[in-house]
C-alpha cells in the first residue's frame, strides 16, 4: 500500500512538473512538446519497471508460500503418521497390571 502512494505521488508530481514547466517555458512550442514526450515515456519507463518489479515479488511471495504450505503439510504427514505408530506401538504391548 505504501509503494501504491509513493507512485500516486510520483505521478501528481510529474504532473505539476508538466504543467509548471509549459506555463514557464522558455522554450519554442516544438521543443516542449519534445520534452514533455520524452518525459512521457521516461514516467512509462518507470511504470513499466515498477510492474515487472511488482509481479516479480508476487511471483517470488508466492513460490515462497507454496513451499511453506508444502513444509507444514509434510510436518503434518509425519505426526500423523508418528501417532499412529505409537497407537500401534501401545495396542500391540502386553497389558500389565
Known amino acids: 500500500m505504501e509503494d501504491d502512494n509513493k507512485l500516486s505521488y510520483f505521478f501528481l508530481g510529474l504532473g505539476l512538473g508538466v504543467v509548471a514547466g509549459v506555463l514557464f517555458a522558455p522554450k519554442s512550442g516544438e521543443e516542449t512538446?519534445?520534452?514533455?514526450?520524452?518525459?512521457?515515456?521516461?514516467?512509462?519507463?518507470?511504470?513499466?519497471?515498477?510492474?515487472?518489479?511488482?509481479?516479480?515479488?508476487?511471483?517470488?511471495?508466492?513460490?515462497?508460500?507454496?513451499?511453506?504450505?508444502?513444509?507444514?503439510k509434510e510436518n503434518l504427514t509425519a505426526a500423523v503418521d508418528a501417532g499412529r505408530q505409537a497407537y500401534r506401538d501401545a495396542a500391540s504391548a502386553p497389558a500389565t497390571e
Open 33 to 72: 512538446r519534445d520534452f514533455l514526450t520524452s518525459k512521457v515515456n521516461e514516467g512509462a519507463d518507470l511504470a513499466r519497471r515498477r510492474a515487472q518489479e511488482l509481479r516479480d515479488q508476487a511471483v517470488d511471495t508466492l513460490e515462497r508460500s507454496k513451499s511453506t504450505v508444502q513444509r507444514h
